[in-house]
């Protein structure tokens, strides 16, 4: 048989207590765990490398750099006494007020002053800190206003002289015929900068006179690729680099799709797509020449801006310069000229019908021209 176990007697007597009663120590709250000696920048390099893949390199790279320098300024204001902490878990709205206010004192515009707050906002939310939403809300008036106005194009006269300059080049000189061929090809086709540089030969049709653009803004995200026009005043001037390309590749033994492909880090095993540097060197061989100041960025509003001037419709334009709306085009790119709409107008009423040419003479009133009085006339 299964042997019972005896239960221990319970009193009831409140008076009686068998076991003692131990009061717990209440233990101390564990604290933040420490980011360093340089929270800021701690902070900053997690969201940095939760944002690869998501923002564009240069972006992220650019990104980078402005949150350096905001780590500088934030443990100047600190040991300044403007700002309270330089850690980001603890700023307060009143931090950011502050960190606004020493940009603005230093000089800085507007549109500056927005990359640097929008950088601040981003590393504040990533580590659960609503202060700059917060100083938006209570000090809104002190925010910089991200009002951008539209950069001038290349004239008409910078254009033209630049393409004519690129038909005198030598062929024999490579390194001018890249850098003209890559100026005419931002000139003739609007695209952004990282898609021209990852352009390849398959992506320029010249019968066809239109440019590829597979590298797009936001790839695998929200952008598409797409075809843009080439403007028919450079195709000249392109055919002929084609061919001096070609012939380049194949004294050298190289073999590459990219349209302007950067020859020495190729030649030591490298990627050829040029980098933004790169670029820009390309681009002071033609500066130094012509006289012609512009970039990349600059070609692109021209490319838009001559495309409405010879009639393309706006959204045929934003469509090929690869913008959501219409409006991102009119507002920052290109925008149909005055003379330009006048003439429109004049063409469109030229057409309508005329009304007749009122009589020049009077028509007569019986009542006035009476010779009789009628009373209530003078």
């Known amino acids: 048989m299964r042997r019972s176990i005896p239960r221990p007697e319970v009193s009831h007597d409140r008076k009686v207590r068998d076991v003692p009663v131990v009061k717990q120590r209440r233990g101390k709250r564990r604290r933040q765990r420490s980011m360093g000696r340089y929270p800021f920048l701690a902070a900053a390099n997690d969201y940095m490398e939760a944002m690869k893949g998501v923002l564009a390199p240069s972006t992220w790279d ?39 206010s020493a940009l603005r004192t230093r000089g800085l515009k507007d549109s500056g002053m927005s990359h640097n707050v929008d950088a601040l906002t981003a590393v504040l939310r990533w580590v659960g800190n609503g202060a ?49 061929a890559l100026a005419v090809a931002a000139i003739c086709s609007g695209l952004r900068p990282q898609e021209i540089r990852n352009a390849t030969v398959n992506d320029l049709d010249l019968n066809e006179q239109v440019l590829h653009a597979e590298m797009v803004k936001g790839k695998n995200r929200y952008g598409e690729p797409r075809d843009s026009a080439f403007h028919p005043d450079g195709i000249p001037f392109l055919r002929r680099y084609l061919q001096v390309r070609a012939a380049k590749l194949r004294e050298l033994g190289l073999r590459t799709d990219t349209l302007f492909p950067a020859i020495r880090s190729l030649k030591a095993g490298h990627p050829d797509v040029y980098s933004i540097n790169g670029t820009t060197t390309l681009r002071a061989i033609v500066q130094g020449e012509t006289g012609v100041t512009f970039n990349l960025q600059k070609t692109r509003r021209t490319w838009g801006q001559v495309a409405l001037d010879d009639g393309v419709p706006l959204d045929a334009v934003s469509r090929m310069m690869g913008h959501k709306t219409s409006k991102t085009t009119e507002t920052y790119y290109a925008r149909k000229k005055n003379n330009r ?33 009628i009373p209530g006339y003078s």
């Open 62 to 100: 650019e990104r980078g750099r402005r949150l350096r320098r905001m780590n500088k300024d934030l443990l100047e204001l600190e040991a300044s006494g403007h700002i309270s902490s330089a850690n980001p878990l603890k700023m307060t709205d009143r931090d950011v007020l502050a960190y606004i």
């Open 341 to 373: 709409a006048v003439a429109e107008a004049k063409a469109v009423w030229s057409k309508a019908p005329q009304p007749p040419a009122p009589s020049e003479q009077k028509p007569q009133n019986p009542l006035i021209e009476s010779k009789k009085w």
């Open 132 to 180: 700059a939403d917060r100083a938006r809300q209570r000090f809104r008036q002190h925010f910089p206003r991200k009002t951008q106005a539209m950069l001038d194009p290349m004239s008409d006269e910078e254009r033209d002289i630049v393409i004519r300059a690129a038909m005198q080049v030598d062929t024999t000189d490579w390194r001018r015929m890249e850098a003209y």
